[in-house]
């Protein structure tokens, strides 16, 4: 069975970074990379008429992905938009249902407790049932 790699995008420079860092890891050991953009299914983008938040997230982890294709086009890349209301909760779940080997996730600077790694990281780090990278993602 192919091994899984997650690592969650929000469009950002940074976890754009991190995804490039997952793609790197995930073609050396010949895994499955997969792409994720969480979004909050109760939103309905109030200051945008017709804003739709599963298309966005489908949007953003789609273009994540065929960006890392064409960068590493021997590997398996699955992007994929993904419901949930905390994107930290949201991939340790699915790195639980995937059985996922690896989640990647960037080290974006935050204030307060956060701050060494970022609150995603940290809260990814604490709680995922399976190694976690956190690439370095900031200057």
């Known amino acids: 069975m192919t091994q899984s790699i997650i690592t969650g995008v929000d469009g950002s420079v940074p976890a754009q ?4 860092t997952a793609a790197r890891i995930a073609s050396a050991l010949g895994a499955t ?4 953009s969480v979004f909050d299914p109760s939103s309905r983008g ?4 017709g804003f739709e938040p599963s298309l966005a997230a489908d949007r953003i982890a789609a273009d994540s992905a065929a960006t890392l294709q064409r960068e590493f086009p021997r590997l398996s890349v699955v992007g994929q938009g993904v419901a949930g209301h905390k994107p930290a909760e949201t991939l340790v779940t699915l790195a639980e249902t995937l059985d996922a080997a690896l989640i990647v996730v960037g080290n974006k600077r935050v204030k307060g407790l956060g701050r060494l790694l970022g609150s995603l990281a ?7 049932p399976c ?6 993602t900031h200057d």
């Open 46 to 49: 109030a200051s945008q008429p």
């Open 131 to 136: 190694d976690v990278y956190i690439a370095h």
């Open 33 to 36: 990379l997969h792409v994720v």
């Open 122 to 128: 940290s809260e990814v780090a604490a709680k995922a």
């Open 17 to 20: 970074e991190a995804a490039a």
